[in-house]
């Protein structure tokens, strides 16, 4: 692939189809770019269960590993349980590779930075002004450690909500796997005809249903 599709370049992160708007080789600048721009500290590398998304994030990892950082590569999660990390795990920031409710032949990059206790959601056209930059020099130091945060997410949400377990939740619930493992160690789910929670694929969105009527 020659060049990529402009297109792909947000407001709020990048999004296209892998193989025609952009490719592997697009993944890997744009995580060695980023993390030269962070400062080459660690980054943080997540993804949704998008068929495509291994292999992109195995690219954006290794550049960003080219580029002197530290990978924590936590594999398959919602955004919310990768901004999460971004933030425990002290990183300068991440990326995590998604292209959240768009259809499955999609596929995209949500990117953050940390200060301090914020995170700064970098938008398409930070993106871009990064991606075409010069940086992305080759640093020393370059490592890649995968960590499962998905339990230790779980007891931060329990702990945030003063969740003591003990309660089945009768409900029934369509969801990625990430989000399904948090539910199951916060306690049992019994299936309910009634009431119904449907998430999107990168987790961050849900929508609840009354006897199949969207709730507002």
């Known amino acids: 692939m020659d060049a990529v599709n402009p297109a792909v370049f947000r407001a709020y992160d990048i999004r296209g189809v892998y193989g025609e708007d952009f490719d592997a080789t697009f993944a890997q600048r744009l995580g060695r770019h980023l993390a030269a721009h962070l400062g080459g500290g660690t980054m943080i590398v997540g993804r949704d269960g998008r068929a495509t998304s291994p292999v992109i994030a195995h690219a954006v990892a290794d550049g960003c590993m080219y580029a002197g950082s530290h990978v924590v590569d936590i594999g398959e999660v919602s955004s919310p349980q990768f901004y999460w990390a971004v933030r ?18 999609d596929n ?18 930070e993106l871009r002004q990064i991606y075409d930059s010069h940086g992305g020099a080759h640093g020393a130091g370059g490592a890649l450690e995968t960590r499962d945060v998905i339990g230790d997410y779980a007891a931060a949400v329990a702990y945030a909500a003063d969740w003591r377990g003990g309660t089945e939740l009768a409900c029934a619930i369509e969801a990625p796997r990430p989000v399904s493992r948090v539910l199951e160690r916060l306690g049992p789910v019994a299936p ?20 199949g009527r969207a709730l507002p």
């Not at 300068?92 to 032949?105: C, D, F, K, Q, R």
């Not at 990059?109 to 056209?125: I, N, P």
């Not at 309910?192 to 006897?211: E, K, L, N, P």
């Open 192 to 211: 309910d005809d009634g009431f119904a929670a449907r998430f999107d694929a990168d987790g961050d969105r849900v929508t609840f249903f009354d006897h």
């Open 108 to 125: 995209g990059f949500k990117a953050v930075a940390r200060h301090g206790e914020l995170l700064d959601v970098l938008g398409g056209h």
């Open 88 to 105: 425990s795990l002290g990183a300068a920031g991440g990326i995590m590779v998604t292209a959240s409710h768009n259809p499955s032949s």
